[in-house]
């Protein structure tokens, strides 16, 4: 289950990333947040190799709020 997720989430990324000409992309929230080490290398793999020359230079990377984005999310709408 983790991989087909993996793989979507991937698949998604990758269409940002060639759409958007993306350079870094910050994942976060507490379900990521507290298996990076696991998700990470897994969605890197999923985007590296297709269409090099779009992926290559973009990075995915741990949100730097860790797993309070969804609170500070939630507090935006709010506001």
């Not at 870094?24 to 890197?44: A, D, N, T």
């Not at 709020?65 to 939630?74: E, H």
Request: charged letters at 20%.
């Amino acid at each position: 289950i983790i991989d087909a997720i993996c793989e979507d989430m991937g698949r998604a990324l990758y269409n940002l990333i060639v759409t958007l000409d993306l350079e870094r992309i910050s994942l976060g929230g507490s379900v990521f947040w507290h298996h990076r080490e696991y998700l990470l290398p897994k969605l890197q793999a999923y985007i590296q190799g297709k269409l090099p020359a779009l992926t290559d230079g973009c990075e995915l990377v741990p949100a730097g709020l860790g797993d309070k984005v969804g609170d500070w999310g939630a507090l935006a709408l709010v506001a």
